[in-house]
């Protein structure tokens, strides 16, 4: 078993002392119930899945070589100066 400290609000302490009292038990006892009962209700979640993790976003990457950008741009031009 292992010992353990917490800290309690004072009327806290004093209830489950009190409440302790009377059904004869340890506090000790009683806080272990309690925290049987509560884990019992809240039960453990399961961990996520291994091997998943948020996808990631490769942002401000060129899609387009930078070469093939200037000769599109300049293409570009060249229509609207002919239409334009």
Do not use: C, N
Not at 41 to 56: H, I, Q, T
Not at 66 to 81: F, H, M, P, V, Y
């Amino acid at each position: 078993m292992t010992r353990t400290q917490i800290q309690l609000p004072d009327e806290l302490y004093h209830r489950a002392k009190r409440f302790a009292e009377q059904r004869e038990l340890s506090l000790a006892e009683i806080t272990r119930r309690g925290l049987e009962l509560f884990l019992a209700r809240f039960p453990e979640v399961p961990p996520p899945k291994a091997g998943w993790s948020l996808p990631k976003v490769r942002a401000g990457e060129l899609k387009v070589p930078l070469e093939k950008l200037r000769d599109i741009a300049s293409k570009e031009e060249e229509a609207r100066a002919f239409h334009g």
